[in-house]
């Protein structure tokens, strides 16, 4: 097969950025490198339109695949990523002894995100998360003179360690029982000999090493502490980029390359959706710091992604993808709120965001739509995301997961709109309007109209998603 090069220009362009950030940090005398987040996120949108225009097809003999899933989860990370710059521009004079490779790592990070997303062979697959992972352990501990940072990033690089272990057992048993590590010559030994033993073990340590990245049940521990002792931008990286890069990864490996042994991981996955469902959304009650709550929530964004990956469907493939775009649109958006208010209070408790919508109702209004949305409210695009991922289940016959998705849709509301009455209903310790510039204003308008408009008119974007959804089963 042919190398083809070009067709990982866009990959090279993010990487060249984030060389040419690192080198420049050795001239530039020190200060702030708001110039460097405004760089990255023009480098986005660059990388975003020349990706546009690339042809499907496959690179590095086989290796790398650009395809319609792909194209769709890199113009989503490239997204996540041009928000995260803008909030890291809001953040930047938080992180004392600030250092400019911070940019440049972020950048680091997208690139495996994306060779993530094109990734046609379990090596490449694990070369590409393996940079990711790198990447966002430096990234989780930058701040590294609280005590807290260190601890999380103490705790994320065991437990991502435990968690790649499992991954390389999985993949051996995998390659040891077919004899290939590209997923389609996988799926067609597959198809042609069935599984057996040694191929359930494989595929089951390779889930549950799936499971750490996207901070699903069993491997959800280090979420909390990571989430609260990371710098915000990269917390929101966590929550948004890395779920959405674990995912498209589990949709390579379990629907296309082990699609024909559904039956085999049926119950593993079902199991991991119900145990995040319900632990993440009981556990998110009793929070105080918005960021821990925000981590066990997303434990529980986990179960109802791993249950359309359980449904194994046209449909429900597609509400993972729709879901995984609200997401990011929801979180980035708190996010950036959250920033704003940080640095005007220093603080992420609930009991400190009381009076908010006094002080700024612009801020209050982004995170009660985000929230909101992440809860599964109509007419918000969250609901809309919810509403097809159990219809997904309903439509396999997985009652089961269906009712629990419902009843912890219904814990979610609780939690979240304990935040929103501390924000519209109790009075204000402090009563000093918080000041929001107008460029963020714009932007925190725009993200909060899309979250609507995705809930109250989600057809174009459900047409998209399904028909992508839909080459995985023809």
Not at 215 to 234: K, L, R
């Amino acid at each position: 097969m042919e190398m083809n090069i070009g067709r990982l220009i866009p990959e090279f362009i993010m990487l060249g950025g984030a060389f040419v950030l690192l080198i420049l940090e050795f001239f530039i005398p020190k200060g702030p490198r708001k110039w460097a987040g405004v760089f990255g996120i023009c480098l986005s949108v660059v990388t975003a339109v020349v990706l546009s225009t690339q042809g499907y097809g496959s690179a590095l003999s086989g290796l790398f695949i650009h395809d319609a899933i792909s194209l769709y989860f890199k113009l989503l990370f490239l997204l996540v990523t041009a928000l995260i710059f803008y909030m890291t521009i809001l953040y930047e004079k938080n992180i004392e002894n600030w250092r400019g490779e911070f940019y440049s790592l972020m950048l680091f990070c997208t690139v495996g995100f994306m060779f993530l997303a094109s990734s046609s062979d379990f090596i490449g697959f694990y070369v590409s998360l393996e940079l990711v992972a790198i990447t966002l352990y430096i990234l989780a501990t930058f701040t590294r003179e609280k005590s807290k940072s260190v601890e999380a990033g103490l705790k994320y690089i065991v437990t991502g360690a435990l968690s790649s272990g499992f991954l390389l057992y999985g993949i051996s048993f995998i390659y040891g029982t077919t004899g290939q590590t590209g997923f389609t010559e996988v799926a067609a030994l597959v198809i042609n000999n069935g599984g057996n033993g040694y191929l359930a073990i494989g595929l089951a340590l390779t889930v549950l090493g799936l499971t750490f990245k996207v901070s699903g049940m069993p491997f959800h521990v280090w979420a909390p502490d990571i989430y609260e002792g990371s710098p915000t931008p990269i917390t929101a990286l966590l929550a948004a980029g890395s779920k959405a890069a674990g995912f498209v990864v589990i949709i390579r490996i379990l629907l296309t390359a082990l699609g024909s042994v559904r039956a085999e991981w049926l119950v593993l996955v079902s199991v991991i959706s119900g145990a995040s469902l319900i632990f993440g959304n009981l556990a998110a009650m009793p929070q105080k710091n918005i960021k821990r709550m925000i981590a066990y929530a997303g434990v529980g964004s986990a179960g109802y992604l791993f249950m359309a990956v359980a449904a194994a469907s046209t449909l429900g493939t597609g509400a993972l993808m729709y879901y995984l775009t609200t997401y990011v649109f929801a979180i980035t958006g708190s996010f950036i709120a959250l920033v704003i208010f940080y640095n005007s209070e220093g603080s992420y408790t609930i009991e400190s965001l009381a009076g908010l919508a006094r002080r700024s109702p612009l801020l209050a209004i982004t995170i009660f739509i985000g929230f909101l949305s992440l809860a599964g409210v109509p007419p918000l695009g969250g609901f809309i995301a919810k509403f097809y991922i159990i219809a997904a289940a309903v439509q396999q016959g997985l009652w089961a997961l269906a009712v629990i998705g419902v009843l912890m849709a219904v814990v979610a509301m609780y939690y979240f709109l304990i935040v929103i009455r501390s924000m519209y209903l109790r009075p204000a310790i402090n009563t000093e309007k918080i000041r929001v510039d107008n460029y963020t204003r714009i932007l925190l308008y725009g993200i909060n109209a899309v979250t609507v408009l995705l809930g109250m008119y989600p057809g174009p974007l459900t047409d998209w998603v399904m028909a992508i959804a839909d080459t995985l089963f023809v």
